[in-house]
């Protein structure tokens, strides 16, 4: 007899910041595809199992992707903890196990994404300082031209840099757009657009 026992899912929202922790059942997760939808609605987890093995789709909050990531059915059900990671950073991005672990590695994965938010604020340290140079200079390129605008209607907006994405925030409506600046593909994702629309928050 197999025990229906509880699973825990979580990673943190490249949206809204916030960890997002589910509980699952063995049972639940065997039988169905796992959605978990960050309640701030703009990302979402996938995990199904297949045969033998899980595939999860994770949003990443370090470079902006989403990561592609498999392991055995049995690992993903009975382990005490599995921790994935983004392939760019080398930073988890998505943790699965007993309820225990998987917060205090939630909780541990939050003081490191702080950690990286002010130091990249205070001394412009970043995931690949050529790729954010090259995505921030498209940005500015774009702008020049006057392609950045937001869905409200407004032209006026300011930016934000972080670790590895840079954030179009409109400054009439709040509304935010992360351009994801982590990779080359990165680059080439930028160079092929003449505008950027923020689009409104709801
Ligand atoms: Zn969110
Ligand atoms: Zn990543
Ligand atoms: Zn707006």
Partial sequence: MVQDTKRFISYICPHCRQSVIVERSVFSI????????????????????????????VPCLFCGHEHRVSCSSKAFLY????????????????????????????????????????ESAQQGAFLDEL????VLSEIK?????GGISCACGSK??????????????????????????????????ICCKTNLVIRGKR
């Fill in 30 to 57: 065997a039988a169905s595809p796992v959605h978990i939808k960050c309640p701030c609605g703009k990302s979402e987890l996938r995990a199904e199992m297949l045969g033998d093995r899980v595939e999860l789709e």
């Fill in 79 to 118: 382990q005490t903890a599995l921790a994935f990671s983004c392939a760019a950073s080398g930073l988890d991005c998505c943790y699965v196990g007993e309820e225990g672990p998987v917060y205090a590695a939630t909780a541990r994965l939050e003081q490191a994404v702080d950690k990286l938010e002010t």
């Fill in 131 to 134: 790729v954010m140079q090259e």
């Fill in 141 to 145: 390129d774009i702008a020049q031209r």
């Fill in 156 to 189: 006026e907006w300011t930016f934000r840099v972080n670790f590895s994405s840079v954030d179009l925030i409109c400054k009439k409506c709040g509304a935010e757009m992360r351009i994801p600046a982590a990779t080359a593909d990165d680059i080439d994702d």
